[in-house]
């Protein structure tokens, strides 16, 4: 089956600018994830959806928003960027049914964004 | 959220069986803990994932002892192709969301 699916593969901005990513997860996969990965932090948490509603969210400021569509597709928008926005943004789905175990989250290929 | 502690690095030569320690003292009665291999420029891959005792699979094997304060990912016989990092992550599935905790992994390097 097709993997995680995230477009573009690489963007380039400037300050201020807005940018919106997007990820298609596996078929039937209900659950999407999306972290920040930088040389410096790490890969970092910013938020998940499920069944089009924001689940959990990580300590990133109102600028880093998402949304997730009735056929499990999310966007992630980042508006007024900033140079240390610059990151490998990655989407991951799962199959995700309540009270169950999820026994593995998979990972798109990332977008690299840089900001100038 | 139950904090992980890895070794920053570790070195091997192909053939020979790497063993990598993550530490969780603070790990919960509902954690799991799963290991995630990441190359460059690509997404964390899913390894191996355990509650207790031993797990195996195709690729790995991870040792959980009685307390659950640690766990051992164990690579039998790697190639360079293994050159990667490794993550260990603790947390709570399906309920507790997939809100994935990583820290900041060990960088592998195997050698000829």
């Known amino acids: 089956k097709a993997g995680v699916t995230q477009t573009p593969r690489y963007l380039i901005k400037t300050r201020g600018q807005q940018v919106t990513l997007s990820c298609s997860p596996i078929s039937g996969h209900r659950s999407v994830s999306w972290y920040q990965q930088t040389p410096g932090q790490g890969l970092q948490f910013l938020f998940e959806y499920f069944s089009e509603t924001q689940r959990n969210k990580g300590n990133f400021p109102g600028r880093f928003s998402g949304r997730q569509f009735s056929n499990s597709r999310s966007e992630m928008n980042v508006s007024t960027l900033e140079l240390g926005d610059s990151a490998l943004y990655l989407c991951a789905s799962s199959l995700r049914r309540g009270g169950d175990v999820n026994t593995e989250a998979f990972f798109g290929q990332g977008t690299r964004l840089t900001v100038v | 959220l139950a904090k992980t502690t890895q070794p920053i690095s570790m070195d091997s030569y192909e053939g020979q069986e790497v063993n990598i320690t993550c530490s969780h003292n603070n790990i919960a009665t509902n954690d799991y803990i799963t290991w995630y291999q990441q190359f460059p420029s690509q997404g964390p891959r899913f390894i191996i994932q355990g509650y207790k005792t031993k797990v195996t699979n195709e690729v790995a094997s991870l040792f959980i002892p009685a307390d659950r304060k640690s766990s051992t990912l164990s690579l039998p016989r790697v190639s360079l192709s293994d050159t990667a990092v490794y993550y260990c992550?603790?947390?709570?599935f399906g309920g507790g969301g997939n809100k994935l905790t990583f820290g900041t992994g060990t960088q592998l390097k195997v050698e000829l």
């Open positions: 992550l603790v947390g709570a």
